[in-house]
């Protein structure tokens, strides 16, 4: 086999048409699709100009679509609205006004539905309590909080008073939020006495104490908490406030002020290869547009269905596709609280069958912990209501993809598996499921407006199946606009390396047909003796034996070869059979090469996750390299890493 042509991914060959019936009611057909894609070849700044004024409602019109200096960009200049209206207020003199637009389930299984008259209502009444307590435009406001419908009021209201949200995932430690809520300086933070999780009260307000605790976190003046647990908390009179004592009073009218296009949105911070996180800007109009269009455009929103994604809002998968994309296009998103295999592994098959879900959406991880429960549990419910399914986060095997298609598709829903970042504010390359072909472990091409293009070092478009880098050639609306307070680490970040272009930082493939397939992180290359090998090519290759569940592949030094292969494997059923590792190294072999061959394999139960579901493969680098593993406040179960530092350091001892 040629080593330079690593290609077992792209040996799938399966590809699977729209059905025509989805095909014929969608909401982008391929007769449309080439129209878009055809206007915006015409005249870029037309066709978002155009997109701009047809689905935003615009207190003031712009009077230029785009200022780019790079790598820094201004859309619609000259443009005011507010992104709360744009969610709220447009539906109201509709028939949306009574519809549900939050349905709202607690892992204890208490459930509450807003209507969008509802949510309209209760964002007002936050929105005041938030003016009465000086929170003014250009302010950041932290939220740190459980998945619950409080979460999703206090970011409009933030938005509708021009506030900037600085929501903080409910799994982090207070060393975490201290860093996030001094480097952004925010003025206030929203949390809750605590949330559920697998049974267990997770203490929110106590981690939030710990941050404040001893002049931490200097800028804060007021800490607002939900009543959610019940549990006892310690109380500072002088800075803890019930956020239904502070409402109560509240108008349950507000009226929105204005903001420039450009007005900044909310920070978000994300991981950073030096470690330190960073806080990614979006501003309001460019971000409202891109995630309302990807809204309808991939998961085909229609009037009456019911849409969940299954993301936390701590993360941009939940700001853009929870909140803001699916109730600008006046969609029903609903909102779980708890994790997937609580209190039975069946919960979420429970919750699409009682709720009648259409649109699903959710994460590789999660798919291949399905899988690895078995198919028994879905096969328990009617997931007939299921219409379309999608994959984030990261690249989806294909295995899993029609494991996907399979149980819980049951061969009749287009998947659109989408591929975007934090960064890039909304979906960049996707499958539209009424116009493109799919194949299984591939994002497909990019969206319309979207110049997305794999790319040799030097900046070269490659050839069919050959590797690259992925960039994106022009600017789009819904783009990060800066590091918070850092524009060189922006700068040298994202345009460091193509000047005006935009490096996103993950390895790609263009195959034959056109089709993009995303490889792993560019820092997830393996270079083997000098051949450069994807992480994702060599665990897709681990999970497509029988015996395996999922996989996780990392780098450790060598001294012969540079970097050696090592990987940390689940299997069915946790116990490995007589010289598995060394089956699972030939399979390895047979599927791409020899040079992917694995050094060594190491079985484990489970997998070191985020409670978002990403493995934290950087932690499996030290431990394979015998470092002593970084921060690991992400992590959901510390007692997983824990485990697999046991076993490295038994084998280390075995071999001396």
Known sequence: MNDDKIDSILQEKRIFNPPADFAKNANLNAEKLAELDKKYAEDPDKYWGDLAREELVWDKDFHTVLDWKPPFAKWFLGGELNVSVQCLDRHLDTGRRNKAAIIWEGEDGEQITLTYQQLHREVCRFANALELMGIKQGDR????????????????????IGALHNVIF?????????????????????????????????????????????????????????????????????????????????????????????????????????????????????????????????????????????????????????????????ATTLMFEGAPNYPEPDRFWDIIERHGVNIFYTAPTAIRAFMKWGEEWPAKHDLSSLRLLGSVGEPINPEAWMWYREHIGHNQCPIVDTWWQTETGGHMISPIPGATPTVPGSATRALPGIEADVVDRDGNSVGDDEGGLLIVRRPWPAMLRTVYGNDARFKAGYFGRFGDKYLAGDGARRDANGNIWIMGRIDDIINVSGHRLGTM???????????????????????????????????????????????????????????????????TPALPKTRSGKIMRRLLADIAAGRTPGDTTTLEDSKVLDSLKEQMNAKANDSK
């Open 141 to 160: 406001v932290a939220v740190y909080m459980p998945m619950v419908p409080e979460m999703a009021i206090a970011m409009l209201a933030c938005a509708r």
């Open 170 to 330: 409910g799994g982090y430690s207070a060393q975490a939020i201290k860093d996030r809520v001094e480097g952004s300086e925010c003025k206030l933070i929203i949390t809750a006495d605590g949330g559920w999780r697998r049974g267990k009260i997770v203490p929110l307000k106590d981690t939030v104490d710990e941050a404040l605790a001893n002049g931490g976190c200097p800028s804060v003046e007021k800490v607002i908490v939900v009543r959610r647990t019940a549990h006892e908390i310690t109380w500072d009179k002088s800075r803890d406030i019930w956020w239904d004592e502070l409402i109560a009073p509240q108008s349950g009218k507000h009226t929105p002020k204005s903001f420039d296009a450009e007005h900044p949105l909310f920070i978000l911070y994300t991981s950073g290869t030096t470690g330190s996180p960073k806080g990614v800007i979006h501003a309001s109009a460019g971000y409202a547009l891109w995630t309302k269009l990807t809204s309808r455009w991939v998961f085909d929103l229609k009037e009456d269905d019911v849409y969940w994604c299954t993301a936390d809002i701590g993360w941009i998968t939940g700001h853009s596709y929870i909140l803001y994309g699916p109730l600008q296009e006046g």
């Open 537 to 603: 090519e060599v665990e897709s290759a681990l999970v497509s034996h029988p015996d395996v569940t999922e996989a996780a592949v990392v780098a450790r030094p060598d001294d012969l070869k540079g970097q050696a292969i090592v990987a940390f494997v689940t299997l069915e059923n946790d116990k490995p059979g007589e010289d598995l590792e060394n089956i699972l190294k030939q399979h390895v072999v047979h599927e791409i090469g020899a040079i992917a061959r694995p050094a060594e394999i190491r079985f």
